[in-house]
């Protein structure tokens, strides 16, 4: 199930979307609680005023919104109908006996990553039913209706997910120093 890498090894499993999300989530908490108290640490030392600790308090910061948005993220994701948040995806990981903060950052992403093509595969699905329902002459009231109710489930998916594509963009950008350089 995993082939050897350098120092680690690439692993495959499957995971539910949910789940991705929520362990993604836990993980960038994880990160910015570890990244905070490093900050912590270093005010009022010598340190304070480091191009270090600027990177330590940028990094802190921003994991620690990136948690915050994504919290919000995925309470509007659950709320959405249509959505099967149980399906399972393949997810592909790079690990590690010792994984690095670099290494869990990227594990989280790629978590986000998994959740969202599928995600957006469901929405392409949904899209393609209102499609076939476009194509009917006449729709009654209840087609109407579904094909609606279809079309604001999908925009409210797609809205979330590029928030999601915006945090994955600024968790990639986070800068993780070494802790003796």
Do not use: H
């Amino acid at each position: 199930m995993g082939e050897n890498v350098g120092k680690g090894k690439v692993k495959t499993e499957q995971k539910s979307i949910i789940n991705c999300l929520n362990d993604a989530k836990d993980e960038i908490a994880s990160l910015a609680d570890e990244m905070s108290e490093w900050r912590d640490n270093m005010e009022g030392t010598n340190l304070e005023y480091t191009s270090k600790y600027e990177t330590v308090s940028e990094s802190a910061d921003t994991l620690e919104d990136q948690s915050s948005s994504l919290e919000d993220v995925i309470s509007e994701i659950e709320e959405i109908k249509g959505f099967n948040l149980e399906k399972t995806t393949e997810v592909t990981l790079f690990q590690s006996k010792r994984p690095s903060r670099r290494d869990r950052l990227d594990m989280a992403t790629t978590y986000l990553s998994a959740a969202k093509d599928e995600l957006q595969d469901q929405v392409d699905e949904i899209r393609e039913k209102v499609r076939q329902l476009e194509e009917l002459d006449t729709l009654n009231q209840e087609q109407q209706k579904e094909k609606e109710t279809l079309e604001e489930s999908a925009d409210n998916m797609e809205d979330q997910l590029n928030e999601l594509d915006n945090i994955i963009s600024e968790l990639e950008g986070i800068e993780f120093p070494g802790m003796y350089g």
